[in-house]
């Protein structure tokens, strides 16, 4: 099974700041990486997939980049609705998710 | 809109069984591979079982392989999850999920349900 390690744990951004948020394959997966974001109570809401690609509706301020073992969420200015928990998730061979991020306003 | 509504869940003894329902509406159900994802209380998620449309292929996690069995009934739109033998690690919100991608299992979830708490305890 291919492990999914998120780091950190907890990121600390205040408004307006770029977050960046990353996930480590234990081996590769290529681009066959989806990032999904979930707010307290709520289902998980995809935004990212092919690594890179945004869902539809996602604002272009969620970016995502890697390939391989190595990938970066980035969220270039974060506004208040945007503290919540980021989890990726690996389709290259099966599926497997995380552990996840959790952003908290600074 | 693409809606995905979980009934079912609730307290189970250990043990016991119960059914989960997912309604769908706003697509072709018949056309995509449907999931369950479950997420134990202040924890990550977990893949627990894909169907594809034609119930070809399927998958249950090892956690829940010869226990749980997921089903579809593609002429009323509705997922199922039957959960027997329910132990205490089960208790989890359970969400249902749209599965994308050409071959099986599927490749990223969109949408996902609101999710179903199941709770089991004596």
């Known amino acids: 099974e291919i492990e999914m390690t998120q780091s950190p744990a907890t990121l600390s951004v205040s408004l307006g700041e770029r977050a960046t948020l990353a996930c480590r394959a234990s081996?590769?997966?290529?681009?066959?990486l989806a990032w999904y974001q979930q707010k307290p109570g709520q289902a998980p809401r995809l935004l990212i997939y092919?690594?890179?690609t945004r869902a539809t509706g996602i604002p272009a301020r969620f970016s995502g980049s890697g390939s391989g073992t190595e990938f970066t969420l980035t969220i270039s200015s974060l506004q208040s609705e945007d503290f919540a928990i980021y989890y990726c998730q690996q389709y290259n061979h099966w599926l497997t998710f995380g552990g996840g991020t959790k952003v908290e306003i600074k | 809109e693409v809606l995905l509504v979980e009934s079912g869940g609730g307290l189970g003894k250990p043990g016991g069984s119960l059914r989960l329902s997912c309604a769908a509406s706003?697509?072709?159900?018949?056309?995509?591979?449907m999931n369950w994802i479950r997420q134990a209380p202040g924890k990550g998620l977990e893949w627990v079982a894909s169907l594809t449309n034609t119930t070809t292929f399927e998958y249950h996690a090892d956690s829940v392989r010869g226990r749980f069995t997921i089903s579809r009934d593609n002429a009323k739109n509705i997922l199922y999850l039957d959960m027997t033998d329910l132990r205490a690690e089960d208790t989890a919100v359970y969400y249902c999920?749209?599965?994308?991608?050409?071959?099986?299992?599927?490749?990223?979830?969109?949408?996902w349900g609101q999710g179903t708490l199941v709770t089991v305890s004596s």
């Open positions: 706003g697509f072709t159900f018949s056309s995509y591979t």
């Open positions: 092919g690594a890179s």
């Open positions: 999920a749209r599965g994308f991608g050409d071959l099986f299992p599927p490749n990223w979830f969109d949408p």
């Open positions: 081996q590769s997966v290529n681009s066959n």
